[in-house]
T-cell receptor
Framework: AQSVAQPEDQVNVAEGNPLTVKCTYS??????LFWYVQYPNRGLQFLLK??????LVKGSYGFEAEFNKSQTSFHLKKPSALVSDSALYFC????????????FGPGTRLSVLP | NAGVMQNPRHLVRRRGQEARLRCSPM?????VYWYRQLPEEGLKFMVY????????ESGMPKERFSAEFPKEGPSILRIQQVVRGDSAAYFC?????????????FGSGTRLTVV
């Protein structure tokens, strides 16, 4: 069975500093990995995905994520955090690209302090 | 606690028919979200509802799609006069009021196929 862990409930970072939101996964076969963001009173928004190819994936709003197969991780990163990045971030994994076996992590709340 | 229940798991409709997708949130959850996943894309937000209210429907197509979350019973996503492009997996999520993150639970999805 697939699973996703986001080991941190909350991440606090000062504006302008780099940020990392951690995600590890377990899946049989090749993983399809996703990051989503949720702003208050809004639905999830897609940030980026890894299907195949380069391990470093670039996405929306300056975010990127690094796929590490040996560590089964897909950490979300940004070189310089903005206060407007404060939101909930969800990592997700699927064993296919069609959503039949989509599993989301529990979410990590990111607070960027001015 | 049975989690977020979506049914049917698979739904086949002919072009022009109506599709009704149901979502029963977790016990104690009063917020429901619907998402659509198309091949080669991630989940796309459609609508956010609370009991008897639509909070954010910015992701809903302007025509043929509607959603409700009545005081009693499941949330319903309704697609009228379905077309082939509506074929996708539709996911529902629920959360209790005042939380997110760890209160956010997804259902297993309904796969709609339009033939």
């Amino acid at each position: 069975a697939q699973s996703v862990a986001q080991p941190e409930d909350q991440v606090n970072v000062a504006e302008g500093n780099p940020l990392t939101v951690k995600c590890t996964y377990s899946v049989s076969g090749n993983p399809y990995l996703f990051w989503y963001v949720q702003y208050p009173n809004r639905g999830l928004q897609f940030l980026l995905k890894y299907i195949t190819g380069d391990n470093l994936v670039k996405g929306s709003y300056g975010f990127e994520a690094e796929f590490n197969k040996s560590q089964t991780s897909f950490h979300l990163k940004k070189p310089s955090a903005l206060v407007s990045d404060s939101a909930l971030y969800f990592c997700a994994v699927s064993s296919d690209n069609y959503g039949q076996n989509f599993v989301f992590g529990p979410g990590t709340r990111l607070s960027v302090l001015p | 606690n049975a989690g977020v229940m979506q049914n049917p798991r698979h739904l086949v409709r002919r072009r022009g028919q109506e599709a009704r997708l149901r979502c029963s949130p977790m016990k104690g959850h009063s917020h429901v979200y619907w998402y659509r996943q198309l091949p080669e894309e991630g989940l796309k937000f459609m609508v956010y509802l609370q009991k008897e209210n639509i909070i954010d429907e910015s992701g809903m197509p302007k025509e043929r799609f509607s959603a409700e979350f009545p005081k009693e019973g499941p949330s319903i996503l309704r697609i009228q006069q379905v077309v082939r492009g509506d074929s996708a997996a539709y996911f529902c999520a629920s959360s209790p009021p005042g939380t997110g993150g760890h209160g956010y639970t997804f259902g297993s999805g309904t796969r709609l196929t339009v033939v």
